[in-house]
């Protein structure tokens, strides 16, 4: 999905060294998105797309509303 490919960039971003505001502006996203969903879901201070996908989707699964 687009959500995983974004995720997946998010990453690459990091480990080029990018900064916050250089991988929002490089995705078109703001500075809040980015830092959000990276401080949402990294794990052992490490951004794992993959687990970042399975955390949003516990999280979505729990969610009141389904997003429907």
């Not at 490919?5 to 996203?29: C, F, H, V």
Request: charged letters at 30%.
């Amino acid at each position: 999905t687009t959500l995983f490919r974004s995720r997946n960039e998010i990453k690459a971003l990091l480990d080029k060294q990018y900064s916050y505001r250089a991988i929002a502006r490089t995705m078109g996203r703001s500075v809040s998105t980015i830092s959000d969903e990276i401080a949402r879901n990294t794990v052992n201070d490490c951004y794992d797309p993959k687990k970042a996908h399975a955390k949003a989707k516990v999280r979505r699964t729990a969610a009141k509303y389904q997003g429907i």
